[in-house]
């Protein structure tokens, strides 16, 4: 070696190029070639893939150290080589000592940090989550629309609201969530099976459609440089700040999209023909795996890109890692699904995750040959990410940095109906076990939703977050309380104090009308004095010239005194 003059840049370049060519320019080599890691020696004697003896071969015989380059010296790879070293990530099957690089967070019970008392009533454990800061903040900017209504249709008598009449109306809201009639004006019918007393005797029919129309969440001048998001933003920051911080974080949580219904015109409506609600509102939410307690929601607003986040993540990266940037206590492991899952995702994050991956994806492991329903297998790459492969069904992979190769039963229904044990690996039953968190929340929200039409995105979005704080709030309140109440058995008392205390709050009162008693009223007064007498001359019947009968009579009405025949007496009086 120490014959062998040294080459220069352009030679080794040369040289590469021409290794390179020669590789790959024999049919018989294998289309499975991952090229060389930039590692250690150990690294890639791990990776799968073809050796490169010809490549090695023809280096060492033009002098080219592997290792550290140019013999003798340790000259780097040029810069100006047109053929870089390439970045894609090894896998190989897991070692028997393999330990992940995160651990599964261990169980633990999760705490109410309201700082209430099982004393405390339904109302308290609401305003922990729904503050009134918020109730006065939406009432100002619902008196700024109104003060616009007022200037633009010239209504001196339109009065402002207060804090009281907005949650009074929002009282209301959760009586017609759970109390459900065709229309909303039904709530104010005189039939005692369809009008409800107490929305009745709350508020009017017309006050409450006026606040209603007129509820606003932020300033009515939008300025040029704000955001899509920028009717519901003020709502969505708040309500983030009091989920987090009323309750402690959970061990398990899961990273999901949920869907708000709206069929109206507008940019930020999505499509999912896979769930339940096909149009609507996408909103990214981070659950208790468990209890489906809400942590972090953003609404999507398109592909933006966040604060310090790279331009080259992933849409799924971006939103796993905005929403765990409000994780209080890092002991907490996220089960997310396939639309998040990436391999660099899980080699970076430094949480414990799970999640199901696509195969297709880059630096994804490549997998070979069919599996058998119930068998498995295992990789690993060097950032200590475990990759396991189950066939199911179909064929399930699925990516965790806190799980080793640990194999665990799954119950599996067979075709004659008999449910057998098969094996699992131990990372996908956490997965099956842990991701449902924003299912949960959606279902418990749904139960009960403010369902009414608006061509409104935002409004839709607001009844959407008042059902979400109405179950944190429950959610809440078991935890302190220890007793297993149902979601109706807490809002049916919740809607009737907000109802009541909003009601005694608000300087807003109610007119009665106190003109002269109907023309009925009068009639019906005293019914004992209406009786039929004789009079002196016969007169045109009163009923009947209505109805434009010419008929005449001499019978009168004692407490009238007008002509009525004894055909219409009854009626008239009726």
């Keep these: 070696m120490s014959n062998k003059r040294k080459y220069s840049e352009a030679e080794l370049c040369q040289i590469l190029d021409e290794s390179e060519e020669e590789y790959f320019s024999d049919d018989s080599s294998d289309g499975e070639y991952q090229p060389e890691h930039e590692s250690s020696t150990e690294s890639d004697s791990d990776c799968s893939g073809v050796s490169q003896d010809a490549e090695d071969s023809s280096l060492e015989a033009h002098g080219v150290n592997l290792l550290h380059g140019v013999s003798g010296d340790e000259v780097p790879y040029p810069a100006s080589s047109k053929k870089k070293v390439s970045s894609e990530i090894c896998w190989s099957p897991p070692k028997v000592l393999f330990i992940p690089r995160h651990t599964v967070t261990l169980h633990r019970r999760t705490a109410s940090l309201c700082n209430l008392d099982m004393s405390s009533d339904e109302m308290a454990y609401f305003l922990k989550v729904?503050?009134?800061?918020?109730?006065?903040?939406?009432?100002?900017?619902?008196?700024?629309?109104?003060?616009?209504?007022?200037?633009?249709?010239?209504?001196?008598?339109?009065?402002?609201?207060?804090?009281?009449?907005?949650?009074?109306?929002?009282?209301?809201?959760?009586?017609?969530s759970y109390n459900k009639v065709p229309s909303i004006s039904d709530y104010w019918s005189h039939n005692p099976s369809l009008g409800n007393e107490a929305i009745k005797g709350a508020i009017s029919r017309n006050r409450f459609q006026l606040l209603i129309s007129k509820l606003y969440f932020t300033d009515p001048e939008q300025p040029a440089s704000s955001s899509k998001t920028y009717y519901i933003d003020e709502v969505i920051s708040c309500l983030k700040h009091t989920f987090s911080k009323a309750r402690d974080e959970s061990p398990y949580q899961s990273i999901d999209e949920s869907m708000t219904k709206f069929k109206g015109r507008s940019a930020l409506k999505q499509y999912l023909p896979l769930k339940p609600i096909k149009r609507g509102i996408k909103i990214w939410e981070r659950c208790d795996a468990m209890t489906g307690y809400a942590y972090d929601l953003n609404v999507y607003s398109g592909k933006e890109l966040g604060q310090d986040l790279p331009e080259s993540s992933t849409l799924g990266e971006r939103v796993v890692l905005s929403l765990t940037k409000t994780i209080r206590n890092p002991d907490v492991t996220l089960v997310f699904d396939r639309f998040f899952t990436s391999v660099h995702l899980l080699n970076s994050i430094q949480y414990p995750a799970v999640g199901t991956a696509i195969s297709t994806r880059k630096n994804m492991p490549k997998f070979q040959g069919k599996l058998k329903r119930g068998e498995f297998e295992f990789l690993a790459n060097h950032q200590r990410t475990m990759a396991a492969r189950w066939q199911d069904s179909k064929e399930v992979t699925v990516l965790s940095n806190c799980h080793d190769a640990t194999v665990n039963t799954a119950n599996r229904k067979q075709k004659d109906g008999r449910k057998v044990k098969v094996d699992c690996p131990e990372l996908?039953?956490?997965?099956?076990?842990?991701?449902?968190?924003?299912?949960?929340?959606?279902?418990?929200?749904?139960?009960?939703?403010?369902?009414?039409?608006?061509?409104?995105?935002?409004?839709?979005?607001?009844?959407?977050?008042?059902?979400?704080?109405?179950?944190?709030?429950?959610?809440?309140?078991?935890?302190?309380t220890k007793k297993d109440v149902r979601l109706l058995q807490f809002i049916v008392p919740l809607a009737e104090k907000m109802m009541a205390m909003g009601k005694e709050q608000s300087k807003v009162k109610r007119k009665r009308c106190r003109g002269r008693p109907s023309k009925i009223a009068k009639l019906m007064l005293n019914v004992g004095d209406h009786l039929p007498v004789e009079g002196n001359t016969r007169r045109r019947c009163m009923r009947c010239a209505q109805n434009k009968v010419e008929k005449r009579t001499k019978t009168l009405c004692t407490m009238c005194q007008v002509p009525l025949c004894r055909q219409c007496f009854t009626s008239y009086h009726t």
Excluded at 131 to 154: A, Y
Excluded at 446 to 470: E, Q, T
């Design 130 to 176: 729904f503050p009134r800061s918020l109730i006065i903040f939406i009432s100002q900017c619902t008196n700024k629309r109104l003060d616009i209504l007022r200037k633009k249709k010239n209504l001196v008598n339109l009065c402002e609201t207060d804090p009281g009449e907005i949650l009074l109306v929002l009282g209301c809201m959760l009586v017609m």
């Design 428 to 480: 996908i039953c956490f997965y099956n076990k842990y991701m449902g968190g924003v299912d949960l929340s959606d279902q418990k929200v749904g139960v009960y939703d403010f369902d009414r039409r608006s061509n409104k995105w935002w409004k839709k979005v607001f009844y959407k977050v008042l059902m979400l704080a109405v179950v944190n709030s429950w959610i809440l309140y078991m935890d302190t």
